[in-house]
């Protein structure tokens, strides 16, 4: 029988993907002490039903189930049934992702665990058919007041995986092993195990961007001169923005491909990769000087700014890969539209981006490019830079037409680590590329953090409508700390330093664990949940415990703190065993294991115009170093920058390696000198 009395609680939510559910049958509550106190006093089983509002296959089993009326009686009567947008709460997601993992099931979104009235889990899944999924509710019901003392037991059982502790369940032990550069050989070898030598990344589909993976291998190829690493970066790099998993016509990359070829995209467009991935480009084009790396940043930065950047200067989430019910629909191109809108340039475009009656399915085609512009140029007989033009005129014509068409959903919560991937990637692509519009946006986006989503040194998670919400989590802090210590590195102003460092402050006090010497990804203060997780692997961010490491390494640097320096190593010792095993799920630490395998360079330069010369430093890749940077007779709080002054009465550069100096130069291509032979 139909449900036509219902409630529903999801309409005074912050996240746009409970919004979606605001209007279902269904009875659903947010997360929280309303729904969890029901469950408890009526005894009834819980499904917490994750997702996010970019995941098409959220969308679909909304439609199908959530949507339907009949299923929607079936679960309000047996259950109370809980909402959870997995990027407001990942601490949730952790938890009842890691029960799922434990049952022997893969993981995924959307994410549907059943739960006892205590919230201990005893089975989930991810996606389910309709039918499926109301035998499923309607057994569970069944189950649960006739034999609940077998899924007691599941619980239980379940509980004992979800209570062990990180260090325990992989063996993190500390080891006083030395960090080699043998070893970051080892791991090398380990990624080379898998690499696609025709189109990058690795040799299966689907194919995920994965920048952390990228990033370290640019940097142990430049370590160890390993030619072998070096070639698969840019081959990945290359293939990716020549795809379809980038968006040729407008900027940004979407989420994967669903190929080997970097080809069919998963349509959505995440902000926490294309900040990653503004970083590795920028870095990349330090190392092989390639002009698509440059063009694919700021192609991408024209994007963030003009689909993805509050009027308050936050950065908005995602946006779906759906519009109007069909995945895509919104980057799709058909032959005569090109011949339409772009007149005499249409043949010469339709061979560039590959246009057909239809490269993908009938009468729909996603651009991609097959090579590099200058090979193109010489086929077609034309110049360079006239061809660069005609791309830029066609991109304009093709934005404008596609602005006219149905969008696909936008994600507007501003997430505050999402943000700090994004607002490092922007530093890094100001460092190397020099365009002060970079600069600008990120010193925005940083005092829109500072304004909106920090207080008294502790960091909001989520801000929408107006309003910060939800206290945050390790990846936020992380993620922040490390785009200020960016943002001191291209303006010198100490101040963004002094935020870091207070935010560390707050970490060690509220997620630090001494006894286990890692963090906890929620604060002492937060909500209490059937388990208190640490992030040690990466994801598509990087580990927030990686995070941690690395910014008290950086911070140490830069302030002389010896102890956060000495966390950090006792952190990587911990990791030592399983990321010389499995450095493909730890990339992360290996990119700072890189930093530890030879002495970091500590650059200071004294200019009267610091912000302008620190460009001459990023001409080159620098793999480990920390720069600081003052004028001249100006105060410094920081002790790379004691006593150091104008020589010669011109800009000058200092090197210093483990506490050794070399003589101060005016040059930069002299300091890259002696970087060579540290």
């Known amino acids: 029988m139909a449900n036509k009395a219902f409630t529903n609680r999801l309409a005074e939510a912050s996240s746009p993907y409970l919004l979606q559910h605001a209007h279902n049958p269904v009875d659903w509550f947010p997360w929280g002490e309303e729904a969890l106190e029901k469950a408890k006093k009526e005894d009834k089983p819980i499904i917490v039903s994750i997702g996010y509002s970019a995941c098409h296959w959220c969308h679909v089993m909304e439609r199908e189930s959530f949507e339907n009326e009949d299923i929607a009686a079936i679960m309000n009567e047996h259950f109370v049934c809980i909402k959870v947008d997995r990027e407001e709460r990942p601490d949730v997601d952790q938890v009842y992702m890691d029960a799922v993992h434990a049952m022997g099931l893969q993981g995924g979104w959307p994410l549907n665990a059943f739960l006892l009235p205590d919230q201990r889990p005893f089975y989930g899944g991810t996606y389910f058919p309709p039918q499926g999924w109301a035998q499923l509710c309607n057994q569970i019901g069944k189950v649960f007041k006739e034999q609940r003392n077998e899924l007691e037991k599941s619980a239980a059982g379940f509980m004992q995986t979800l209570g062990r502790s990180e260090v325990e369940k992989y063996g993190l032990n500390s080891t006083e092993e030395q960090f080699t550069k043998d070893k970051l050989s080892m791991m090398a070898k380990k990624f080379a195990e898998n690499f696609d030598l025709n189109k990058g990344g690795n040799n299966r589909a689907p194919k995920f961007p994965m920048p952390v993976t990228y990033r370290f291998l640019l940097r142990e190829g430049v370590i160890n001169q390993n030619q072998e690493s070096l070639d698969h970066v840019e081959r990945t790099l290359n293939h990716m923005a020549w795809g379809g998993l980038y968006d040729q016509v407008g900027g940004g990359f979407t989420r994967y491909s669903t190929d080997m070829d970097w080809f069919v995209p998963h349509f959505e467009k995440m902000l926490y990769d294309n900040g990653q991935l503004m970083t590795l480009y920028s870095e990349a084009f330090q190392v092989f000087k390639h002009p698509l790396y440059k063009q694919t940043v700021l192609q991408t930065i024209d994007w963030l700014e003009r689909e993805m950047t509050s009027p308050e200067g936050g950065f908005y989430s995602a946006l ?36 057909t009656s239809g490269n993908w399915e009938p009468n729909k085609n996603i651009p991609f490019r097959s090579t590099a512009n200058e090979e193109f140029a010489t086929a077609h007989n034309i110049g360079i830079d006239e061809l660069e033009d005609i791309v830029r005129s066609t991109n304009l014509k093709l934005l404008q037409a596609r602005s006219e068409r149905v969008r696909p959903g936008l994600d507007d919560k501003i997430l505050t680590g999402w943000n700090g991937l994004m607002l490092k990637g922007l530093c890094d692509a100001f460092a190397v590329f020099g365009e002060v519009s970079f600069l600008k946006l990120a010193l925005n986006n940083a005092h829109f953090l500072l304004e909106n989503m920090h207080y008294e040194g502790r960091l909001k998670r989520n801000f929408k409508n107006g309003k910060a919400s939800i206290d945050g989590y390790l990846e936020d802090y992380a993620a922040v700390i490390q785009a200020f210590i960016a943002l001191y590195e291209v303006t010198f102003d100490e101040t963004w330093l002094q935020h870091a460092d207070r935010l560390v402050k707050t970490t060690l006090t509220e997620f630090y664990h001494p006894e286990e010497e890692l963090f906890f990804f929620t604060a002492n203060s937060a909500e209490a949940l059937i388990a208190r997780k640490k992030e040690i692997f990466d994801n598509v961010i990087p580990s927030s415990n990686a995070l941690m490491a690395t910014n008290l390494y950086h911070l140490g640097m830069l302030l002389e703190r010896q102890d956060y320096i ?24 290996a990119t700072l294991y890189t930093q530890r395998t030879y002495p970091t360079a500590e650059i200071a330069l ?42 010669n009465e011109q800009t000058t550069f200092y090197l210093c390696y483990n506490k050794a100096c070399q003589l101060p130069v005016n040059d930069p291509k002299q300091l890259m000198e002696q970087l060579s032979t540290p």
């Not at 069909?326 to 246009?355: Q, R, S, V």
């Open 566 to 589: 000495d966390k950090s190593d006792i952190m990587l010792k911990r990791i030592d065993r399983i990321v010389t095993m499995a450095p493909q799920d730890l990339a992360h630490w």
């Open 606 to 647: 004294v200019s009267e115009h610091p912000a302008q010369d620190i460009h001459a430093l990023h001409d080159s890749f620098i793999p480990n170093r920390v720069i600081v940077g003052k004028k001249p007779g100006s105060h410094s709080s920081l002790p790379l920058l004691e006593s150091r002054e104008l020589v």
């Open 320 to 355: 779906d890969a759906d519009s109007e019910g069909e995945e895509g629909k919104f980057y799709l191109w058909k032959d005569i539209d090109f011949e339409t809108l772009l007149g005499p340039d249409a043949e010469l475009m339709i061979d560039y981006y590959n246009i």
